[in-house]
């Protein structure tokens, strides 16, 4: 039932107003690093958009002077060197077939792209809860506790029991445990740095 309605709701078309938009924002900045998912034109359009989708996704270039800004002129940079890359792969890769080292390259740092697009969506929904908050008059560390809590907890709760019965206990196991022990210290971690990064006192200050 529940497949239904969501099939059902997927082939409406007002969805298709605000998704086509996205994915296609979405797949022109992510390097393509799957052989059965390349893309010659994706390929050649990624390396004018990387660096500066990366900026604006983690925030730098939101308020950020497109004529002072040093983070732009690092984007310009980065087209310079785009230029060369985007002819070689034009002119001298397969339509159908990439080369296996630039494949290996765009899946490295595809990696890291997917890192600035969940922390834009987990930036949506930290927001969203906030405007909740704001609306209901409930205290953030509440709704952070139990709403935010739940959702974190929902892909585990419907794929680690699908991946038993498939015979992957080890796998699931592996998923609940671990898996928020390490979204904890490696995001904590992340989110510590970059806030230190931010301040106007920099990372180390004089005593």
């Given at each position: ?8 709701l ?5 969805t ?13 900045s992510?390097?393509?690093?799957a052989?059965e ?6 390929a ?11 900026l604006?996704?983690?925030?730098y270039l939101e308020?950020a ?7 732009w002129f690092v984007?310009?940079?980065s ?14 890769t ?5 080369p ?7 899946a490295i ?6 890192f ?5 969506c ?18 953030k560390?509440f709704?952070?506790?139990t709403i935010m809590s739940?959702g974190?907890g ?17 796998m ?5 445990i671990s ?14 740095f ?12 004089k005593?």
């Amino acid at each position: 039932m529940l497949n239904k309605v969501k099939r059902s709701l997927t082939t409406l078309p007002i969805t298709k107003i605000y998704e086509y938009p996205i994915d296609l924002v979405r797949n022109y900045s992510i390097p393509c690093g799957a052989e059965e998912m390349w893309d010659r034109g994706r390929a050649a359009v990624v390396p004018f958009t990387y660096f500066p989708a990366v900026l604006y996704l983690f925030g730098y270039l939101e308020f950020a002077n497109y004529t002072t800004d040093t983070l732009w002129f690092v984007c310009y940079a980065s087209w310079a060197l785009a230029v060369p890359l985007s002819a070689w792969v034009t002119l001298r890769t397969n339509q159908s077939k990439p080369p296996p080292g630039l494949l290996t390259t765009y899946a490295i740092f595809g990696f890291f792209m997917c890192f600035a697009w969940v922390q834009l969506c987990a930036q949506m929904l930290v927001d969203i809860v906030q405007l909740y908050g704001f609306v209901t008059g409930l205290p953030k560390s509440f709704l952070f506790f139990t709403i935010m809590s739940w959702g974190n907890g929902m892909n585990d709760f419907s794929a680690d029991p699908q991946m038993t019965r498939l015979g992957f206990g080890e796998m699931a196991v592996t998923a609940a445990i671990s898996g928020p022990i390490f979204n904890s210290i490696f995001g904590n971690g992340i989110s510590q740095f970059f806030t230190l990064f931010n301040t106007k006192e920099g990372m180390f200050t004089k005593t």
